[in-house]
């Protein structure tokens, strides 16, 4: 009896409660469930969906919501991709119809629609659910499976590769259902557009080494259809690539044999790269049924090709393909549906499919969101990814990105996270961001844009984003021989968008050389200086 009695005040300790088809892991509750959704096709056809739930929320009231979308043209899985440090967030992994997770045993209902209506649909009916409005198979909402508070009003879906063109769509068809719920989304290095998905700038698909070449074809960017010169396309059905770029004009794809790695490859002086006069295969998705090469490559076709082939998409078919999966032809009209909704675009300095050096595919994803007057911003600050990894705090390399503002030069990557950092911990960072920018209604960009020394340190502060901002937390730190005047914080009450204001640290008095940390928000500028008594001289 006293066992018993210990062991339950343990459970109740942990602040768990005992709900059907849960597992509680290290760090989560994983609850299954099964949602109907006529995304399956039928009345009784139910999508497989996990949650992970915190043991503890984020904030005083509850847990924000992500649903994490993967790329690729694949159905997906449960498995949590995220670190174990997301611990606080309610985080939501469900298949597609038609799919199957060997590693769970468990499918949903339906057939694979390789990302389109059904598809959509599904993601639309998972957004519900987390809001609140459907209920699961055995007629439970998501607050009656979960231990804690579930904040409604602050959804996000993280959309990785590929995943990052279905999570637009599912708001420009169905934004008007969902607007109040959802409330940001984040693109993690998305083919936003058919060219970019079907690589025709690189690199080359096929069994190939090196394979991380750029088509030499590519001469202009353009937030809808990039410039590429398809002049010299070919159609070959007998060759083992059917559609490509013929550089030498002899009719099929030619390659050699690669000393190196045994692999054929169209680099056939062997100098690292291709030129106009060497081949390039150009690569295609597929409906279940046909090839479907990129938009601009299938119109390309129509002058190439006689007699249309029936394993590839003509270019009607094409169209419509593209229609619902290419996120920068959707951005419009998940705006109109959504006014409020707000985007975060992440890239590192490698990308993990794409080759071509000025990362059109992040531009066009910047520009759809901006464009269409929306928040957007480039990465995490670094700010959060601290709060990701504690080790990052030092790090002087981390980018610090303004809102709705475009990097000066795209080839130049100071704007992409370093490569060694993990692609999971930055797309914990964005979610956090996002989540607590939508929970404290911090949509304003500030930026430190000047700092001068003195009798103390003053720095201005100004409001670059497209809303007010009000009672921002700030600071003046400085590290060295300090005497007195080592810490200064204050509240700005007030800072309309495009004004600026001054913080001051007062008197610092100190020897010898000193670092300088000055904060506003999540804004920081490091300097260094020189401490002459009663004097602070910034270098």
């Excluded at 209920?135 to 499976?145: C, L, M, N, R, Y």
């Excluded at 290095?189 to 074809?217: K, M, W, Y």
């Excluded at 520009?367 to 959060?384: L, T």
């Excluded at 911090?442 to 009672?471: C, H, M, P």
């Amino acid at each position: 009896m006293g066992r018993t009695f210990v062991l339950l005040l343990l459970f109740l300790s942990l602040g768990l409660k005992n709900f059907d088809n849960s597992i509680v892991v290290e760090n989560n509750t994983i609850v299954d469930i099964n949602l109907p959704s006529n995304s399956t096709g039928s009345p009784t056809g139910n999508l497989a969906v996990r949650i992970y739930a915190p043991h503890h929320t984020r904030y005083p009231d509850g847990s924000p919501v992500l649903i994490y979308v993967p790329g690729a043209d694949t159905p997906g899985g449960l498995r949590n991709c995220l670190p174990a440090v997301g611990d606080d967030l309610i985080i939501i992994y469900f298949i597609f119809p038609g799919g199957y997770d060997a590693e769970s045993g468990r499918g949903s209902d339906g057939i694979y629609d390789h990302r389109g209506e059904n598809c959509i649909l599904a993601l639309r009916d998972v957004i519900l659910y987390s809001a609140g409005k459907l209920a699961d198979s055995s007629g439970k909402t998501i607050d009656e499976v979960l231990h804690v508070p579930v904040l409604h009003n602050n959804i996000g879906l993280l959309g990785a590769s590929n995943g990052g063109n279905i999570v637009v769509a599912v708001s420009a068809l169905y934004g008007n259902e969902l607007k109040g719920y959802l409330r940001y989304i984040v693109q993690w290095e998305s083919p936003v557009s058919s060219q970019i998905a079907t690589v025709d700038l690189g690199p080359i698909r096929f069994n190939c080494a090196p394979n991380n070449f750029v088509n030499p074809r590519y001469t202009a960017y353009n937030p809808f259809i990039l410039t590429v010169d398809y002049s010299d396309l070919v159609y070959n059905e007998s060759s083992s690539v059917q559609v490509f770029h013929d550089g030498n004009g002899d009719g099929k794809y030619t390659t050699i044999i690669e000393p190196n790695s045994g692999l054929p490859t169209p680099d056939l002086n062997l100098d690292g790269k291709l030129e106009l006069n060497e081949d390039f295969p150009l690569s295609a998705y597929t409906d279940g049924a046909k090839d479907v090469y990129s938009r601009p490559v299938t119109h390309a076709l129509e002058s190439v090709i006689s007699s249309w082939p029936s394993n590839i998409a003509t270019p009607e078919e094409a169209d419509a393909y593209w229609d619902i999966r290419e996120a920068v032809r959707m951005y419009d009209d998940a705006m109109a549906n959504i006014p409020d909704l707000r985007g975060m675009v992440l890239a590192s300095v490698k990308d993990h499919v794409q080759s071509a050096p000025d990362k059109p595919h992040i531009r066009q994803a910047f520009d759809g969101w901006n464009n269409s007057h929306a928040w957007v911003k480039i990465n995490p600050s670094p700010f959060y990814m601290a709060e990701v990894d504690p080790s990052f705090a030092g790090r002087n390399d981390l980018p610090n990105n303004v809102a709705n503002t475009a990097p000066e030069n795209w080839r130049i990557h100071n704007y992409c996270m370093p490569e060694d950092i993990p692609d999971n911990l930055y797309q914990l960072a964005a979610i956090w961001e996002m989540a607590d920018r939508v929970y404290y209604n911090r949509w304003y960009t500030l930026q430190i844009t000047e700092a001068s020394g003195g009798f103390g340190v003053t720095a201005r502060v100004k409001n670059v984003g497209i809303v007010d901002a009000s009672n921002i937390s700030w600071s003046i730190d400085v590290e060295g021989i300090v005497i007195t005047g080592s810490h200064t914080e204050g509240v700005i009450e007030s800072l309309p968008a495009g004004e600026e204001a001054t913080i001051n640290s007062g008197l610092i008095f100190g020897v010898g050389p000193a670092k300088v940390k000055i904060m506003a928000g999540d804004t920081s500028k490091t300097l260094t200086c020189f401490l002459f008594g009663l004097l602070t001289i910034l270098v």
